[in-house]
């Protein structure tokens, strides 16, 4: 109600818009934290998950953190993955990372490709330095110190889950600039088809 109160760039509504996303990430991590809380991987219903589906709502649930910024979104694949799991999970995870490479990137591209086994996740951010690579996932660690309205627990989240359903996650510089993320889904199942994103 507010936004569409608000006449373009108004302080009030970077305000606003600021708000929302910080909405979105709180909720995003009760979601979480009430996954994380259950005990075991047999406590959740599974199923079929496609990811192709996933990381296109997952883009746009997360297209609020784009506002103002002059980036391009690409979403490709020439494969549809399928997931046996709860269809939360992958979400939580992924949306993590979308949301990251979101946030931390003010200009240029940011890339989702989904590939035999394997979501990977680039962007043309400033990069996380090279003796932070190792601590991202640690709790309330942050890749940069300027990113603004972060809990620091994102990641933390992304590693629990990725150790729990044994989805390795690998982050690594890009060689100029930028971060890539690669999650791999060894028990997936992936069926080849043409402009499967």
Known sequence: ???SKQEPNTPMKNSVERIKRSAIDMEELVGAFLLLARESEQGLSRKPVCVNELVKEEIERAS??????????????????????????????????????????????????????????????????KQKVERVFKPFHQGHSQRRGSSGVGLTIVRRLSERFNWPVHIERQPEFGTRVTVTFPTAHSEHMAHAV
Do not use: W
């Open 1 to 3: 109600m507010l936004l």
């Open 64 to 129: 609020v953190l784009l506002a103002g910024k002059p980036i391009d979104v690409r979403s490709t694949g020439d494969v549809r993955l399928i997931v046996d799991t709860s269809e939360k999970v992958p979400s939580v995870l992924i949306g993590n990372l979308i949301r990251n490479a979101f946030s931390y990137t003010d200009a240029g591209r940011v890339t989702v490709h989904i590939g035999d086994g394997f979501v990977r996740i680039e962007d043309s951010s400033i990069g996380i330095p």
